[in-house]
């Protein structure tokens, strides 16, 4: 699997000329949007194009969250790097109490 890549640019005449042209195919820069707000892309703008997707630098800023690691547990911080939950931290005599379940 590779990694998608992100293209970041500011929205000059030049730009949209240059890299833009074919994507718009005749048609203003206003009806390409933002895929997170809707809102159209102005001139002088900051945006970020992944694939064939594009957004506003600050939408997808806003979009991105990060989780203090002081807030996550071992288990956590491993499911985040590598998919998968370390089966040596689960006890394997786990069970769950009756009482537990029954309380309900």
């Known amino acids: 699997m590779t990694k998608q890549t992100l293209t970041f640019y500011t929205l000059t005449e030049d730009t949209i000329r240059k890299r833009f042209k074919r994507i718009l195919g005749g048609r203003p ?10 809102k159209p892309f102005q001139l002088n703008q900051k945006i970020v194009r992944r694939r064939r997707k594009f957004y506003h630098l600050k939408c997808w800023e806003g979009s991105i969250f990060d989780i203090s690691d002081k807030v996550l547990d071992s288990q956590d911080i491993a499911l985040i790097e590598s998919g998968t939950i370390p089966t040596s931290t689960i006890p394997s005599n786990a069970t769950i109490p009756m009482s537990s379940i029954l309380s309900v």
Not at 30 to 36: G, M, P, R
């Open 29 to 38: 820069l206003e009806t390409l949007t933002c895929q997170i707000c809707g």
